[in-house]
């Protein structure tokens, strides 16, 4: 069985990002989204509200399922038995940099391999930071999430549409 791992902060979760996942569902038996708790960044989403949206999101896809990681990425895949790593590519300079932590993880463990997914162009412009810059201004943001995440978003920055 093919377990691959999809991981991120996803704070907040986009289209962008389901469409990786959607994709990714597809080459994969198995396909873990990774939510990483990085407790030195300042999320806009906790863990918990982070997990569960993308629970929402991709409920509709059978063979995915929603875990959470702290430390490192090939760390967590001993222990949920994943060898592939799903990447998103928006543009050259995202390769750049995830060429390097690809390589880097190889040389932990060269049984991983990574697989590079370019975005759609739909989405290649679209970033959770994008998003949080939008809703922080009340700007509208209904074509970056799911619509049941747009009003979560701008409670974030006490803003009501």
């Known amino acids: 069985m093919k377990v691959g791992i999809y991981p991120g902060s996803f704070d907040p979760v986009t289209f962008g990002h389901l469409d990786i996942i959607e994709r990714s569902a597809k080459i994969v038996d198995e396909l873990v989204v990774g939510v990483l708790n990085n407790s030195a960044k300042n999320s806009l989403f906790s863990l918990e509200e982070r997990v569960s949206m993308i629970k929402e999101m ?48 190889g040389v932990q463990n060269p049984e991983i391999e990574t697989v ?8 290649s412009y679209l970033s959770s930071t994008i998003v949080k810059e939008f809703a922080s201004y009340g700007g509208d943001i ?7 995440f747009i009003d979560r978003i701008y409670a974030k920055y006490n803003i009501t549409r």
Not at 117 to 122: A, G, I, Q, R
Not at 142 to 148: G, I, L, T, W, Y
Request: aromatic letters at 12%; glycine letters at 4%.
């Open 142 to 148: 209904s074509k970056f999430v799911p619509e049941q």
């Open 116 to 123: 590079f997914l370019t975005s759609s162009l739909n989405y």
């Open 58 to 105: 991709t409920a509709h896809i059978p063979n995915v399922r929603v875990g959470c990681f702290e430390g490192l990425l090939v760390d967590y895949m001993k222990k949920i038995n994943a060898t592939i790593i799903i990447r998103g590519l928006r543009a050259v300079t995202d390769f750049e940099y995830e060429l390097q932590i690809a390589q880097a993880n």
